[in-house]
């Protein structure tokens, strides 16, 4: 009888223990994002700080607004402003990157009554200083003229801006320089690469960015350039980094990784940073290349971080249903430790409508479809690194989130899905509706304990965290 209860009791053990291997959270109830009552916030971006508190920039009525917050409601908010009004005065394009001292830095383009642009950025402490925050634009370049290419990033104590200067030596609103700022250390201002300075002009389909684990920052963009300054256009894409710089910080570390019409300019380039075998930190970029009218490929060329030595292009395996048909409209990498994961919405004709696929991006193993065998339209695919809570699994996954539209019959009606997967072979659907209106926008951030994300639906802004479950007052699974 002794043998009969002891053999119960281990097996409550076993049993508690399996349960709190796994991750003992969800998501908080999905909450709207207003600075004031009934406005409308859009163009939402997320960073979360090293306490899980999330830092959200958006625009209201032509004004970038700032909204911290936990769980959903407020903790504190900011409406920044310009000296003139109406339709010609707005600003646009906002992005946000938080440091581990719990800074926020937002960049943003914005316009002064005519068609000009200049890129701003504000750094707003954790702790408002007395009087408040400064809410007009900190120029990013002065007077000069940009096209509209603004990002921000941040990793440790450090935070850097790109932004572009436009050529104005003709009227076709092309590029003459891109350029980085430290935003931690702001008398630090070089060009990522100078287009005039080698007789060129630019175009910027997409650029990404990150930083590596010694505070450089790398950017990686898919361009087009041209000495003439009108067409043709040559398509192209780089790596470029200030782990060396000459005298006035412009980025001497440059890898023009390819040239040719066949890359896809619709798909937004992807950068990210993984170990070698050795554990020598390597900068990744992935794109994708049209190998012909039906099929797109993806390759990832990725060097050593600092010197860019080592040089490898890969083609990403994927099964031979996608040599004869494969479209892919979004792609994603991130490196975790000696692991370089690969996300990706494509189609190769064999399920229905385009799926969402997760790989080891060097492995020769298939990709697996993480999202259900639904006839939807998928936007908006995103990654980021989360670890796992349980001390006894000190793990890191590679959370992944896009949304889903399925237009319902006969009523012009839309149903929106937010899905978040966490790398465990788990979908949450995080938020569900229907709307006249097609959402397509969805931004997810996470310093690494924490996970949070923001969406549109129908107009409105709505925000969620990763949070334990007995913290919430509703669980979603």
């Not at 690969?342 to 999202?371: C, H, M, R, W």
């Amino acid at each position: 009888m002794l043998r009969k209860h002891c053999n119960r009791w281990l097996l409550i053990v076993v049993c508690v223990l399996l349960l709190s291997a796994c991750i003992p959270y969800s998501f908080s109830p999905p909450k709207e994002v207003h600075i004031d009552p009934g406005d409308s916030v859009s163009q939402a971006q997320i960073a979360v700080d090293t306490e899980g508190v999330s830092h959200i920039v958006g625009v209201v009525d032509d004004r970038i607004v700032y909204y911290r917050t936990r769980y959903g409601e407020p903790i504190i908010t900011a409406t920044f402003t310009m000296s003139g009004s109406g339709t010609d005065w707005k600003q646009y394009s906002p992005g946000i990157a938080v440091t581990d001292n719990r800074t926020a830095y937002l960049v943003w383009i914005e316009q002064r009554g005519g068609p000009e642009k200049f890129a701003c950025y504000r750094a707003l402490t954790y702790v408002p200083p007395i009087g408040g925050w400064t809410k007009y634009c900190n120029p990013l370049d002065g007077n000069i003229q940009t096209t509209g290419n603004v990002k921000v990033i941040a990793r440790g104590d450090k935070a850097y801006a790109v932004y572009d200067r436009m050529y104005t030596g003709d009227s076709n609103g092309r590029i003459g320089e891109l350029m980085y700022k430290e935003l931690t250390n702001p008398s630090i201002t070089g060009h990522v690469h100078w287009y005039t300075e080698y007789f060129e002009t630019g175009f910027i389909y997409s650029l990404d960015l990150g930083i590596d684990s010694l505070g450089y920052l790398h950017v990686g963009f898919h361009d087009n350039y041209t000495y003439t300054g009108s067409p043709p256009f040559t398509k192209r894409i780089s790596l470029h980094s200030n782990a060396s710089v000459n005298a006035s910080n412009d980025m001497a570390q440059h890898w023009f990784i390819y040239e040719g019409n066949e890359l896809d300019e619709v798909v937004p380039v992807s950068l990210s940073f993984h170990l070698d075998s050795a554990d020598v930190e390597r900068v990744a970029l992935a794109s994708i290349s049209q190998g012909s009218p039906t099929i797109d490929l993806i390759y990832i060329d990725s060097c050593v971080a600092d010197g860019c030595t080592d040089q490898n292009s890969h083609l990403v395996e994927l099964p031979s249903s996608w040599d004869t048909y494969s479209a892919i409209s979004d792609v994603e990498i991130l490196g975790i430790d000696r692991t370089l994961y690969l996300s990706f919405i494509g189609d190769d004709y064999t399920t229905p409508n385009v799926q969402v696929y997760l790989k080891e991006a060097y492995l020769s193993s298939g990709p697996k479809q993480i999202s259900e065998d639904l006839d939807s339209s998928k936007w908006k695919l995103e990654m980021t690194a989360v670890n796992n809570r349980e001390p006894s699994w000190p793990l890191t996954l590679p959370a992944t989130a896009w949304i889903e539209s399925i237009e319902l019959p006969f009523s012009g009606v839309y149903q929106h899905k937010y899905i978040a997967y966490d790398g465990w072979d788990v979908n949450t659907m995080v938020f569900q509706g229907t709307c006249v209106t097609s959402t397509r926008y969805g931004d997810i951030h996470s310093n690494g304990n924490y996970f949070s994300g923001v969406w549109e639906f129908c107009g409105e802004t709505w925000f969620t965290t990763q949070a334990w479950t007995n913290q919430l007052p509703l669980i979603m699974k």
